[in-house]
């Protein structure tokens, strides 16, 4: 069961925005809408940000959206702040009955 | 507010077994749609999903560790606990425990915890 793909980096200016994608199988991403984002700060337990593709959980900035389109899903964070810098990890629910991660996006705010 | 903690040794020999215990507050491992799981992160790795204990007690494990893993719970202490045998160097890793909930999702976490394998 390989991970799903995520681009290793990402990179952008204060302000702007950065879109990071996730990219599975039918048997995934692309059959289920259970998919979730989580950030990680350095030495920090992952936080969730986005559940169901596209929902925010309470607290969660809405700077933040999430969507999906056949079997990639998309982070966007819009007005990047420095605060954002952390790694990005998708999940998503499998037709095994498994949970499958990405490999994670290093996110530089320049 | 759901609180999760793990706890255990932090050095493990090769070739013993690693045990650890995640203590659950603020909600309750026996009730709820809640799906309990353990989480890895080998050293500067993405996160790997190991399995979880249902509520009803069911278990599902990853199938690449599905030989050598179990998950267990302790309704009375609200404790799950994961055993991995066998270990080697390739099972250094940060361990999480976690609540994923009815939407698939994990949103509560524990601090994690670093177990290393080395004689």
């Known amino acids: 069961q390989s991970a799903l793909t995520q681009p290793a980096s990402v990179s952008g200016s204060p302000g702007q925005s950065i879109t990071i994608s996730c990219t599975g199988t039918?048997?995934?991403?692309?059959?289920?809408?259970?998919v979730s984002w989580y950030q990680q700060h350095p030495g920090k337990a992952p936080k969730l940000l986005i559940f169901?593709?596209?929902n925010r959980p309470s607290g969660v900035s809405n700077r933040f959206s999430g969507s999906k389109s056949g079997n990639t899903a998309s982070l966007t964070i819009s007005g990047l702040q420095a605060e954002d810098e952390a790694d990005y990890y998708c999940?998503?629910?499998?037709?095994?009955?498994?949970?499958?991660f990405g490999g994670g996006t290093k996110l530089t705010v320049l | 507010q759901v609180q999760l903690q793990e706890s255990g040794p932090g050095l493990v020999k090769p070739s013993q077994t690693l045990s650890l215990t995640c203590t659950v507050s603020?909600?309750?491992?026996?009730?709820?749609?809640?799906?309990w799981t353990w989480i890895r992160q080998h050293p500067g790795k993405g996160l790997e999903w190991i399995g979880y204990?249902?509520?009803?007690?069911?278990?599902y494990y990853n199938p690449s560790l599905k030989s050598r893993v179990t998950i267990s719970g302790d309704t009375s202490k609200n404790q799950f606990s994961l055993k991995l045998s066998s270990v080697t160097a390739a099972d250094t890793a940060v361990y999480y425990c976690?609540?994923?909930?009815?939407?698939?999702?994990?949103?509560?976490w524990g601090q994690g915890t670093l177990v290393s394998v080395s004689a």
């Open positions: 976690a609540r994923e909930n009815d939407s698939m999702c994990f949103d509560y």
């Open positions: 603020g909600g309750s491992i026996s009730s709820g749609n809640n799906y």
């Open positions: 204990i249902y509520h009803s007690g069911s278990t």
């Open positions: 039918s048997s995934d991403i692309g059959g289920y809408n259970y």
């Open positions: 169901d593709v596209s």
């Open positions: 999940n998503s629910y499998t037709s095994s009955t498994t949970r499958i």
